[in-house]
């Protein structure tokens, strides 16, 4: 089984901004592909439904961001899951607005909330990147900027990469998280319409003219 964790805030207040960007592309596997209703358990909400043959479970942490390790560590403790078998959606600051990187194992970055699941279940599970850019090196800066919601302007590439994330996901199932992002990257940046191949020429057959210097009337 695949657990999909996207990392967040509970909370009306905190729904549109920019740290609950995990939140937002869970939601979007949840709705894409059918799951059942969200429920309270492990701390957290969790939805069951499937991407393609596999069952997944999707799963976002009530706890806010700083404890999120204790939502997902019961999870994976229970369903006795190894690393590999989780994949974690969250902010990264140290990336443009709508691209998207994986990457498995590595540091924390400065992230409450994956310092949180490094302390519970180690770094070597599964990340998804979804960029938010940096508003500037000053940490009061940093905190109000994730914190605050997302512009109106930034729906032009937020949707966008939610939809084609949720699309994709059923290539996590199977752990081609390269595979995975280049699907992304294609539907959101795809390869220019090759130029439509010459029609046919013409029908040659003359036509029956009169020719000049004939007999005329």
């Avoid at 989780?86 to 140290?94: E, G, Q, W, Y």
């Avoid at 032009?156 to 059923?170: H, S, T, V």
């Avoid at 752990?175 to 995975?180: E, I, P, R, S």
Wanted: hydrophobic share 40%; glycine share 12%; proline share 7%.
């Amino acid at each position: 089984m695949l657990l999909l964790a996207g990392l967040g805030n509970p909370g009306a207040e905190y729904a549109a901004t920019r740290h609950n960007i995990g939140f937002m592309a869970v939601d979007a596997i949840v709705r894409r592909h059918g799951f059942g209703p969200w429920r309270s358990r492990f701390q957290g909400q969790i939805a069951e439904g499937r991407l393609g043959e596999d069952k997944v479970l999707a799963l976002k942490p009530m706890t806010f961001m700083n404890l999120s390790g204790d939502a997902v560590g019961d999870a994976m403790r229970f369903f006795r899951l190894e690393p590999a078998d989780l994949v974690v959606f969250h902010d990264d600051l140290d990336l443009a607005p709508g691209k998207l990187r994986m990457k498995q194992g590595g540091g924390h970055a400065g992230h409450n909330g994956l310092r949180s699941l490094d302390a519970h279940i180690g770094a070597d599970y599964r990340r998804c990147r979804l960029g938010i850019g940096r508003p500037g090196e000053r940490g009061d800066r940093v905190i109000d900027y994730v914190l605050h919601p997302f512009a109106k302007a930034d729906g032009a590439w937020l949707n966008p990469l939610l939809d084609a994330l949720a699309e994709a996901a059923p290539l996590l199932t199977a752990g081609k998280d390269a595979a995975f992002a280049s699907k992304i990257a294609l539907i959101l940046h795809p390869p220019p319409a090759k130029p439509a191949a010459p029609g046919a020429r013409p029908d040659k057959a003359a036509k029956s003219t009169p020719k000049e210097g004939g007999n005329g009337v």
